[in-house]
């Protein structure tokens, strides 16, 4: 990126700049910092001083940059956020704004150019709890995911941090916490913000899609069933990770599948972890089984899940709400308009005594696919996944807690364990490994490849909400979208380079899919081929300027 010794007419800028490439070396002095932490306070500083070209530096280097602003660094990051809090980057609304929510979003000065928001309470950040106003930097991180994944607009974006209070003494005890300093309201209090602040959103900024995000299990699934057809918003946690995961099993199954010449409606898959992301990625793979021509009561039978307590059965006393799977709806096409009253995940076909071991569940089951959304480090052991690949030719391992520390499995044992037979995809990067003179390349279910596509493509559309077909045929778009070189390394996601191309593909499903249930207002893309309305959405997508100013 060399600088136009014309344009250098600031004093005190060195007189051959102009001969440098300043992106090269904003990325040595990223490379220079000794840890992920201080690498995102770098990369943090760097888009105060020039947006444009913080962007252009992540957009050439998506592989690299990606897992300091999001995870797994961001953890760290929210961790800390009351320490190396600089500026502000985002809107907080507390607990003591209720009442006059309207005002305190009336005066934020993009409010004309939103179009996304995310949106997190801090409840339940990635696997590190309850932390308050520190959970800020996912909002902001998932953003700037939406600007380099998908081409949003920076001006069109609002990360919003609602602060509630935390549970979370040490945060309540550390004088330098930046939150409310009370505990988390109840119930009741809460409905009331939560119902004060959506109404104030779509009223300040009627165009605005608002994304949920990092909310405490129970509540995530709860603002998603109150709001989601009121108003213009999904839950990243439940229907984004569900989508890329669904994405990611079609392609592991028919890999699985073609291994072993068994059709793709005997898959068994079971879930370790039945928190909001588990149970929402469970709901959503039932639309796997559906698409192949089964009904939800068998697709159900299929599934199995697993949390703290063992196997989850019906006859578990206190068991959650969603746990037992209420659904409204269900997305294939096939079967759009059955109401689902009570489908229940919860097992009926198992009345011994309780199995709390995975290995053991494993045994009971014999599933092909062994999936993992606990947040419990090190759960796939050495003898779990032996037992996998004992029943399967090519096992199915996706162990997607994030971050890697909280991996279920790394990447490394999963194949060393199968002798390479393991079809792997994680929640958090991994490198590739070389075994037994083969380069194994690690897939990631990744919700990037998801939600910026299903923003934009909501945006675009002008959606009146997000539908659960919209976030099916997101998750079909992106399973068929691989290379003919991806397929031949027998990847289950396309590699992220191509995010871009990747959101515009999603982008057109999703608006195709809200065309079809009349949910779109911007009723002129109607009217465009598939080509032509691609060709649209690639142009809308923004990129940075390249300027060649004095601020370099």
């Known amino acids: 990126m060399p600088v136009e010794p014309t344009q250098l007419t600031t004093a005190g800028y060195p007189p051959f700049l102009s001969k440098t490439d300043h992106r090269q070396r904003c990325l040595a002095q990223l490379r220079s910092k000794t840890s992920g932490l201080e690498q995102y306070i770098y990369l943090n500083g760097l888009k105060e001083r020039d947006p444009n070209l913080f962007y252009e530096v992540l957009l050439g280097n998506m592989n690299e940059i990606i897992p300091i602003l999001y995870t797994p660094t961001v953890g760290d990051a929210c961790t800390n956020y009351s320490h190396i809090w600089r500026r502000p980057e985002g809107l907080y609304v507390t607990i003591e704004n209720k009442g006059r929510?309207?005002?305190?979003?009336?005066?934020?000065?993009?409010?004309?150019?939103?179009?996304?928001?995310?949106?997190?309470d801090g409840s339940r950040i990635l696997g590190l709890g309850d932390l308050g106003a520190n959970g800020l930097p996912i909002s902001i991180g998932k953003l700037?995911?939406?600007?380099?994944g998908a081409g949003i607009r920076p001006a069109s974006t609002l990360p919003i941090c609602l602060d509630l209070g935390t549970n979370t003494q040490k945060y309540l005890d550390d004088p330098l916490y930046i939150g409310v300093r009370r505990k988390r309201p109840d119930t009741e209090e809460m409905d009331e913000f939560m119902n004060e602040f959506m109404e104030a959103m779509s009223e300040v900024f009627p165009q605005l899609l608002v994304q949920f995000e990092d909310f405490s299990t129970d509540n995530a699934f709860r603002y998603l069933d109150m709001f989601r057809t009121q108003y213009k918003c999904f839950n990243d946690d439940i229907q984004g990770t569900g989508a890329v995961v669904l994405s990611g099993f079609i392609n592991a199954a028919r890999l699985a599948s073609a291994a072993s010449g068994k059709p793709l409606t005997e898959h068994r898959i079971l879930f370790f972890g039945a928190g909001s992301s588990g149970t929402g990625v469970a709901k959503q793979l039932l639309s796997f089984f559906t698409l192949q021509g089964l009904s939800v009561e068998e697709a159900k039978k299929r599934i199995y899940t697993v949390d703290s307590k063992g196997l989850i059965t019906a006859n578990r006393k206190g068991l959650q709400e969603h746990k037992k799977c209420k659904l409204q709806s269900l997305a294939p096409t096939n079967i759009s308009d059955v109401v689902l009253h009570q489908l229940v995940f919860a097992r009926t076909d198992y009345d011994g005594p309780a199995l709390t071991n995975l290995a053991d569940v494993v045994r009971f089951i014999k599933p092909t696919a062994i999936l993992g959304l606990s947040t419990v480090r090190n759960a796939f052991?050495?003898?779990?996944?032996?037992?996998?690949?004992?029943?399967?030719?090519?096992?199915?391992?996706?162990?997607?807690?994030?971050?890697?520390?909280?991996?279920?499995?790394?990447?490394?044992?999963?194949?060393?364990?199968?002798?390479?037979?393991?079809?792997?995809?994680?929640?958090?990067?991994?490198?590739s490994v070389d075994y037994d003179r083969k380069v194994y390349e690690p897939g990631q279910g990744n919700n990037m490849y998801m939600f910026p596509g299903i923003g934009m493509g909501a945006i675009l559309a002008k959606a009146k909400r997000i539908t659960d077909s919209m976030v099916e045929q997101a998750a079909i778009a992106l399973s068929s979208s691989l290379t003919s070189d991806e397929e031949a390394a027998e990847l289950v996601y396309p590699r992220l380079a191509r995010i871009r191309t990747l959101s515009a593909r999603i982008a057109r499903a999703v608006i195709r899919a809200a065309q079809k249930e009349n949910v779109d207002e911007n009723l002129l893309l109607r009217n465009l081929t598939d080509d032509a309305l691609l060709a649209y959405i690639e142009a809308k997508q923004w990129e940075p300027?390249?300027?060649h100013s004095s601020r370099l």
């Open 101 to 120: 929510i309207r005002d305190l979003l009336g005066a934020w000065p993009g409010q004309r150019d939103a179009r996304i928001a995310v949106v997190t």
């Open 381 to 431: 052991t050495e003898e779990v996944v032996r037992l996998m690949a004992s029943y399967n030719t090519r096992p199915i391992i996706f162990p997607l807690s994030n971050p890697v520390s909280l991996s279920e499995v790394g990447f490394e044992d999963a194949i060393r364990w199968t002798k390479g037979k393991a079809i792997f995809a994680s929640g958090s990067p991994y490198k």
């Open 545 to 547: 300027c390249v300027i």
């Open 144 to 148: 700037d995911l939406y600007i380099a």
